[in-house]
């Protein structure tokens, strides 16, 4: 099953540069790809002529972010782009060392587990783990979750220190993925109380219609909530069998005990 955040990542907002995103769209189709790519598959990709394509191709490689065989003519993932991923490498540090955890929980659940940091006030979705689960939702790399609909956003926004919370929650702009997504600032902080009170939180069919998610907040050592970890499941099965739900709970919860006493962050 696709990613759940799929049609949100690819909404273009109001003001940006059309040219730039045209052309981060044609470099993230050279890392997503398994083999290089020739300009006709540019061209057809993304229904360009010829021209404007080997433009953009040409502006890629000449920044080193693609490389041209001059024999075959194809286009293949270029210098700086490695740079980049070296230099990101200590930043991904925490990504990797949760990944195993993660992994865990999905074989656990047999449900999709994910990982959000919190980075610059916003939830990232920085890492998920596939269970063996005929049913698996794949989540998209990347994406930001929204602070008061998903369970990720909300398990990390209701364990922030007051003054803090009310400061984010005061900047939001409600927007309704969904007939229960939250839309107001009082709903939510009654939310996010019952979110503290229990230790998680609950996305039921609030950013995604039909899916169900819940996440708990990892800590670092001040006790702030520096990132939270999820579990993604079709809401049709999150209780179709008797304790299956508070299973769920339960390993969630285990598995981030054992990350906040990593004591990483």
């Not at 920085?126 to 008061?148: N, Q, T």
């Not at 709903?187 to 169900?212: C, K, M, P, W």
């Not at 990132?227 to 179709?240: F, H």
Request: net charge negative; glycine share 6%.
């Amino acid at each position: 099953m696709d990613g759940p955040n799929t049609a949100r990542e690819i909404e273009s907002p109001a003001g940006h540069i059309q040219s730039l995103e045209k052309g981060l769209r044609i470099l993230d189709e050279f890392i997503e790809s398994p083999t290089p790519l020739k300009l006709a598959d540019i061209v057809r990709r993304f229904d360009m002529d010829r021209a404007s394509a080997f433009r953009f191709l040409q502006t890629l490689e000449h920044r080193g972010f693609l490389r041209k065989d001059t024999t075959t003519k194809e286009y293949d993932v270029g210098g700086r782009v490695y740079y980049w991923a070296s230099r990101l490498r200590e930043k991904t540090r925490l990504i990797d060392s949760f990944h195993d955890q993660l992994q865990r929980l999905a074989s656990i659940t047999q449900q999709t587990t994910h990982l959000g940091l919190f980075v610059n006030d916003r939830v990232l979705l920085a890492d998920f783990a596939l269970s063996d689960s005929i049913i698996s939702i794949r989540h998209c790399i990347g994406v930001l979750e929204p602070l008061y609909s998903s369970a990720v956003g909300k398990a990390v926004l209701a364990f922030l220190p007051q003054e803090r919370r009310e400061a984010l929650i005061d900047g939001l702009e409600f927007v309704r993925f969904t007939n229960s997504t939250i839309m107001n600032a009082d709903a939510l902080r009654i939310e996010l109380a019952v979110t503290r009170d229990r230790g998680y939180a609950i996305d039921a069919n609030e950013t995604h219609e039909g899916l169900t998610c819940i996440a708990r907040p990892v800590f670092n050592s001040e006790k702030i909530p520096v990132a939270s970890i999820g579990i993604t499941c079709v809401t049709a099965l999150a209780s179709a069998e008797p304790g299956r739900f508070e299973h769920l709970i339960r390993s969630i919860q285990a598995i981030g005990n054992e990350i906040t006493a990593q004591n990483v962050f």
